[in-house]
């Protein structure tokens, strides 16, 4: 499975970013997934996950502001991100899986700042 994240960028706070993950596959239909992000000097943390019967979890750091879905026809994930924070700067991961095996997309970079 090979997966291509997209839709990074710099946004000002309080900005908008859509991030998009495309699977090779059809996976996201048979397999839970999530995305990541990881800032400079810091672990990589859970944002969001979506399982197979489409119940979604999030960190509370982004809690009401990012929502999680995914088109299943077009192999796609994808992360919606509003009223950003510079906090929320990170490099952007999606995953597929929650137990092995998993996989990883490149990362997107979000950058926030006025």
């Known amino acids: 499975v090979q997966l291509q994240a997209c839709g990074g960028g710099l946004v000002q706070p309080g900005g908008s970013l859509r991030l998009s993950c495309a699977a090779s596959?059809?996976?996201?239909?048979?397999?839970?997934a999530g995305w990541y992000r990881q800032a400079p000097g810091k672990q990589r943390e859970l944002v969001a996950i979506i399982t197979i019967s489409g119940t979604t979890d999030y960190a509370d750091s982004v809690k009401g502001r990012f929502t999680i879905s995914r088109d299943n026809a077009k192999n796609s994930l994808y992360l919606q991100m509003n009223s950003l924070k510079p906090e929320d700067a990170a490099v952007y991961y999606c995953?597929?899986?929650?137990?092995?095996?998993?996989?990883w997309g490149q990362g997107t970079q979000v950058t926030v700042s006025s």
């Open positions: 596959g059809n996976i996201f239909s048979i397999r839970a």
């Open positions: 995953k597929v899986g929650l137990l092995d095996p998993t996989y």
